[in-house]
């Protein structure tokens, strides 16, 4: 005890986290976590892929383990390894107190930095990786199961060897548990940031779009997506549609916009915008819109754009998974229909467009849930005791 005490008067203490495949701001790893670290006195480092050498930003130490290239052959295999390699060096020299990993194929590196360090280490699991794993039908499926394999493999070592594991909700940490019988769980999750969302008001009734979508756009959503509009066009109905973020197939969108004739109905928007921003672009739309498919990963994670969809005081509309269920499955502050069921959508997105006191109501619901609770000013003390705990 006396030597902590003698080591936090000398220096504060060193924290690295490390991530060789998100986005150097990532909101999860760098606006939510490793901001708050700094903010709450932890010398702050990152590793991510950065185009520059190192910066720094908001008290946190950026460095560059290389970049993202083109993914040719679908894996890149051999510039991971060189951001991997080139993590492990600038981890070793930083010399942490603590390190806290953010991919599962950095928990080798873990498992050494453990070894030769004795320091501290966190795994923090952002989703089901072998049920994501399993998503994956390109890939031949001899390969698919060895990689399963492989994960499963990985993230048991990390379970038990590990000072802590996180995850960003409950389904994932009972899985730790329960299969890989880990030492440590935390739940951590990805809840927004009051100051970004509480500024803005709630959407008017004459925002230019009446639904509006988030985040990553996969395939699978807009195909989704497509099939409600034509479902909505049955009925004599036509809404308008908002999508923004990365869309890694957004030339085969595009064509099946126009192939469809939905072209008027639904914009696309590809082109990333500053985190700060994101507030401002979603309020642009009337009600939330989350068609996630029932698919293995879904079945533990919590979809991020609920919150903040509720945070700007929005109804929303989504897929009824267990996950979400917890949080809205009151019906209060949100409609669930039952996944891939095209009509169920039509039948919830009809009902709010046409009641504006109910979508008033439901929105006003939803902003009180996250001001009272679901925010990530009250979730990051779970972050912050956990530090308070190991260090």
């Known amino acids: 005890m006396a030597r902590s005490s003698q080591r936090t008067i000398a220096r504060p203490y060193r924290v690295v986290h490390i991530s060789t495949v998100h986005p150097p701001f990532d909101q999860r790893i ?34 560059s383990v290389g970049v993202v290239g083109e993914q040719r052959l679908g894996l890149g295999l051999k510039r991971r390894w060189q951001r991997i390699q080139r993590a492990a060096i600038l981890a070793r020299q930083l010399r942490a107190d603590l390190y806290h990993l953010h ?33 994956k039908h390109y890939l031949n499926p001899l390969l698919r199961r060895g990689l399963e394999l492989g994960m499963a493999t990985l993230e048991h070592l990390a379970a038990r060897t590990f000072d802590a594991i996180i995850t960003a909700d409950q ?20 809840f927004p ?70 072209q008027d109905n639904i914009v696309i928007d ?56 917890p949080f809205v499955g009151d019906g209060r502050c949100a409609l669930m229909v039952p996944a891939n069921d095209h009509e169920a959508y039509a039948d919830a997105i009809i009902r709010l467009l046409d009641n504006p006191e109910l979508r008033r109501t439901m929105g006003a619901e939803g902003r009180a849930r996250v001001i009272n609770q679901f925010n990530w000013q009250r979730e990051s003390q779970y972050l912050l005791s956990l530090y308070a705990e190991l260090l």
């Not at 976590?33 to 185009?51: F, I, K, M, N, W």
């Not at 940031?193 to 509006?212: E, G, T």
């Not at 959503?221 to 999508?243: D, K, S, V, Y």
């Not at 029932?294 to 009824?320: C, R, W, Y």
Request: charged share 20%; glycine share 6%.
């Open 270 to 325: 590809p082109h990333p915008i500053p985190h700060e921003q994101v507030a401002v672009r979603v309020r642009q739309g009337q009600i939330g819109f989350i068609p996630l498919p029932d698919l293995p990963k879904f079945q533990h994670n919590i979809p991020t754009k609920l919150f903040e969809f509720m945070a700007l005081g929005m109804p929303v509309v989504l897929s009824d998974l267990p996950p979400s269920r």
């Open 30 to 63: 760098f606006y939510r976590e490793c901001v708050s670290l700094a903010a709450s006195g932890y010398e702050t480092h990152l590793l991510t892929p950065l185009p520059v050498v190192e910066l720094e930003r908001q008290a946190v130490h950026l460095h």
């Open 103 to 135: 991919d599962p194929e950095l928990i080798p590196l873990g498992l050494w930095l453990k070894a030769t360090t004795r320091q501290r280490v966190i795994f923090d699991c952002h989703e089901n990786n072998t049920a994501y794993l399993r998503q």
């Open 193 to 262: 940031q009051l100051d970004l969302f509480l500024n803005q008001p709630p959407p008017a009734d004459d925002a230019p779009f009446d639904l509006v979508y988030h985040g990553t756009i996969p395939r699978y959503h807009l195909e989704t997506t497509f099939a409600i509009a034509e479902a909505l066009q049955r009925r004599g109905r036509q809404a308008r549609w908002l999508f923004f973020g990365k869309c890694p197939e957004i030339g085969w969108a595009q064509a099946e916009l126009v192939r469809r004739g939905l």
């Open 171 to 190: 389904g994932v940490a009972d899985l730790y548990l329960r299969q890989f019988r880990a030492r440590r769980v935390v739940v951590v999750h990805n």
